[in-house]
């Protein structure tokens, strides 16, 4: 009974900041690769960024390296997206996901996901 819950989303202007969560219920964190993905109307599912079991050792796609950082609380089981300098090209639809894989980043890759929360950056 593995449930991933985001939050967060919302509108915000270009060069804003916006800070996503998800919550992982029924298992703990420890256990999981944990990533971010995101898709936009009539574009494919986007690898954003991922942390490994260790919490420590991250990925980034290259678009959002040096303006998203990814972390993780053990002790509330939570993983957070801190989004900066966020940019119009960054919106869509952000979704958390989980797998037993160590430091995996393809879609197919993840057992567990989240509904998703939208995020919209204007011009």
């Known amino acids: 009974q593995v449930q991933l819950v985001e939050s967060g989303g919302g509108l915000v202007q270009a060069g804003g900041s916006l800070r996503l969560s998800c919550a992982l219920s029924?298992?703990?964190?420890?256990?999981?690769?944990m990533a971010w993905f995101r898709q936009a109307p009539g574009n494919e599912r986007e690898f954003v960024g991922n942390?490994?079991?260790?919490?420590?050792?991250?990925q980034y796609t290259d678009s959002v390296k040096g303006r998203f950082t990814i972390s993780r609380d053990e002790g509330k089981n939570m993983m957070y997206l801190q989004m900066s300098s966020l940019r119009p090209e960054d919106t869509g639809v952000y979704y958390c996901?989980?797998?037993?894989?160590?430091?995996?980043?393809?879609?197919?890759?993840?057992?567990?996901w989240g509904q998703g929360t939208q995020v919209t950056v204007s011009s």
């Open positions: 029924g298992a703990t964190i420890r256990g999981y690769t």
């Open positions: 996901a989980a797998s037993e894989l160590w430091f995996t980043r393809q879609p197919h890759q993840f057992n567990f």
């Open positions: 942390i490994a079991y260790d919490g420590v050792n991250k």
